[in-house]
């Protein structure tokens, strides 16, 4: 620091560094218009930055002594930099946070970069901590934040970027731009290292002020000071490595003689083990206690799942190291703190998932984590085989879910088993349980997926990858999660997970009779075909492309189909037929939907226009389906007969649509009681009488018997967005966006 003035009181140091990010806050003749700020786990990046945002904050300013800091360290008086932090969240989530922070209209990722090209003033960014970027550890999202939102950002000439990334990332985001723009500011490199910051680090540290107790090296300033530096010196720059010192010591003094420097450690893993050796313990027990939560996911462990887990790993029981341990590793863990809306969420991802988790207000589930990533990773680094680590982890959880219901499994088990199978090879073989598909956090669950190379996806995993940002974009809660994916697996021939879902608990607002992958469809409508005489028949067995011709399709429902399943009569299933008339009596009228498609679409029959209506391009052709089963029908489009408004009003749901929403209510209660929502905007929609949900998309056409008889969780509808649908796996995570 410079000689006469004070250091910053939450960095104590870094004066070279704080001087060229304040130059690089006013733009001075010169100074980069990036900077990539990096550096070793554990040299104090965060912290740094940290300390750096507090001097840009007009409201933190006040609190601090700026007038006593050198002035070529505080940054000016300016409105604060944007902050978007891409811990925990994926490199779309990320992106779409800084489209909404400058309030842009972008329709696609790449239309933010154009935005805010074309903006006059400059915009100021800060991205810290994108080591932590993603809801899945071993996803490699961090690569991603810096190939698809930093490059182009710092390729924009409207935008002051200020990123802080790990080493090996670094050079890839700083050389994507020409000669002088961009600076790397590696805090481990000798022009701006900072020794004498670190001893005055650790000299506060060792303060009673700081809450040291009473001892010899914490009370005598000289002795303290020694201690300090001696501190400094064995850590070589590294300010984890001295923290994690401090705290051992002072946690357990007993068994430390400052003079000894064997008894200082020179890195992160010899303060592990130099502190199990002063307490008598064995390195590698303190190591096997703290490899679960090295291996974590989220925001902590639950610390009921830690012997649990603990004992996985070391493939002994570890429940006794545990009870006599709690010294042993109190240094090195740290409670999880709660979020700002009072949820200390395992996921991280703010993606509604409807789980209870974290220590939130009414939870007393305790998480812990390790005190810094860096301590994370040693404990990692040193475990034999991270793969076996990892498939002890899932085999352990897996265990722990009672009875293998998911509804009843810890959060941090059904939310994070995905990412500890991932890191095992094992996904793949895990993505066949449609419970833990509707139980699981979209959000971790698609990020584990995603990370699975294509090829080695099941039918399953595919479904679940398709239906994943309508999970995420609509917030929904397990049970409407379980419903999309129930139509999700029928549209995809997957009937028997479909029919799983029925059978979890659920209650499911509908059961999906059928659907067939028709492009094309302008509009649906349902009604009847009269008692077949013969002149009815299936136009093929199952679904597949029509060869008969179709019925005409009108504007309102059809008339009451005889037949149709009830929420306590679940036969109407895809497999269901209608039953045969009794000897002697009238055969009832046939439940049909009907679609109007492009005229030439196989199957279907041209049908002439009534006077005065206006041609339509393409021509006008229609199709006809039986309404409960997966068939075709050979019918004349002329026979089929239209609801009367009498028998609509009478009707127990309506149904209203928007763009990419639909929501059927009760009419006696005017209570939701099914609730869609589609990544596509719906191409036509009609419900019967009796409740059956007859929807088109740009994928097809399915239908829905309603089940619900209360009221449905209503989704979160975002406003549709233009461009590419969001329904490709590369297309990322929208859940902060929505």
Request: aromatic share 4%.
């Amino acid at each position: 620091m410079a000689a006469g003035y004070a250091p910053h009181p939450y960095i104590g140091g870094r004066t070279a560094v704080l001087r060229a990010l304040a130059a690089w806050r006013m733009r001075w003749p010169g100074a980069p218009r990036v900077i990539v700020l990096t550096g070793n786990p554990g040299s104090g990046r965060s912290r740094l930055v940290t300390g750096f945002l507090m001097m840009c904050d007009p409201g933190y300013r006040k609190q601090l002594p700026l007038d006593d800091l050198d002035p070529a360290t505080v940054p000016p008086d300016l409105p604060a930099p944007a902050v978007p932090s891409p811990a925990g969240r994926t490199a779309a989530q990320l992106l779409w946070m800084i489209s909404d922070h400058f309030g842009l209209d972008a329709g696609r990722g790449e239309d933010i970069f154009t935005e805010l090209a074309a903006r006059e003033e400059p915009v100021t960014l800060v991205v810290p901590d994108v080591d932590r970027a993603g809801p899945v550890r071993t996803a490699d999202e961090p690569a991603r934040v810096v190939r698809d939102v930093l490059k182009p950002l710092a390729a924009t000439e409207t935008v002051q970027l200020l990123a802080e990334v790990p080493r090996e990332l670094a050079a890839e985001l700083a050389g994507a731009l020409p000669s002088g723009q961009a600076q790397i500011i590696d805090l481990d490199a000798a022009e701006w290292a900072d020794p004498k910051g670190l001893v005055l680090h650790a000299e506060t540290a060792l303060t009673p002020e700081a809450g040291a107790p009473d001892l010899p090296f914490t009370t005598d300033p000289s002795a303290r000071r020694a201690l300090a530096e001696a501190l400094a010196a064995r850590a070589d720059g590294n300010r984890l490595t001295v923290q994690l010192a401090v705290q051992s010591l002072l946690l357990q003094p007993e068994g430390f003689d400052p003079a000894d420097a064997s008894l200082l450690p020179g890195t992160v893993g010899e303060a592990l083990d130099l502190h199990a050796r002063r307490l008598g313990a064995d390195p590698r027990t303190l190591r096997q206690l703290l490899a679960p939560l090295a291996l974590a996911e989220g925001e902590g462990l639950p610390v009921q799942l830690w012997g649990t887990l603990a004992s996985a790993v070391a493939g002994r029981d570890m429940s006794q190291d545990l009870a006599d341990g709690m010294l042993l590793a109190a240094p090195f863990i740290q409670p999880v703190e709660r979020s700002r809306d009072g949820d200390g969420g395992d996921a991280g991802s703010g993606s509604g998932s409807g789980s209870v988790s974290g220590s939130g207000v009414g939870s007393d589930r305790t998480l812990l984590r390790l005190t810094h990533p860096g301590v994370a990773e040693e404990i990692r680094s040193g475990l034999p085989d991270v793969r076996d680590a990892q498939t002890r982890i899932a085999m352990a959880l897996l265990e722990a879910v009672p009875q293998q219901d998911w509804s009843r499994a810890d959060p941090y088990v059904r939310d994070h088993l995905a990412a500890h199978t991932l890191d095992a090879g094992l996904l793949p073989q895990l993505l066949t349980d449609p419970g833990l598909f509707a139980h699981a956090d979209p959000v971790t669950m698609r990020a584990a997926i995603e990370a699975v190379p294509p090829e080695q996806l099941g039918a399953p995993a595919r479904t679940y990858l398709r239906t994943a940002p309508l999970l995420t974009r609509s917030e929904a809660p397990a049970e409407l999660r379980a419903a999309f994916l129930e139509s999700a697996f029928v549209e995809d021939g997957l009937v028997a997970y479909a029919e799983a879902l029925h059978t979890l608990g659920f209650r499911l607002p509908w059961r999906t009779l059928w659907s067939v992958p028709l492009v094309g469809v302008r509009a649906v409508t349902t009604g009847t075909l009269p008692p077949a005489d013969g002149g009815v028949s299936s136009a093929t067995d199952t679904g597949g492309n029509p060869d008969g011709t179709s019925a005409e399709a009108g504007g309102g429902p059809g008339a009451t189909p005889a037949t149709a399943p009830t929420p306590s009569d679940p036969s109407g299933s895809s497999d269901s037929a209608a039953p045969a008339p009794a000897s002697g009596t009238a055969a009832a009228p046939r439940p049909v939907a009907a679609f109007l498609v492009p005229e030439g679409t196989p199957g279907s029959r041209t049908v002439p226009g009534q006077d005065g209506d206006a041609p339509e391009a393409g021509g006008r052709a229609l199709l006809v389906h039986d309404l409960l089963r997966p068939e075709y029908l050979d019918a004349d489009p002329a026979q089929v007969q239209l609801t009367s408004a009498q028998a609509q009003e009478a009707a127990p749901f309506g149904l209203s649509r928007g763009a990419d929403y639909l929501r059927v209510w009760a009419r006696a209660s005017e209570e939701v009681v099914a609730a869609l929502v589609s990544d596509t905007p719906f191409t036509g929609a009609d419900l019967s009488p009796d409740g059956v949900l007859v929807v088109a998309t740009a994928r097809g056409v399915t239908a829905r018997q309603i089940l619900a008889a209360a009221p449905a969780p209503v989704p979160t509808v975002p406003a549709q967005r233009t461009g590419t649908a969001d329904s490709a796996p590369s297309d990322g995570l929208e859940g902060d966006h929505s």
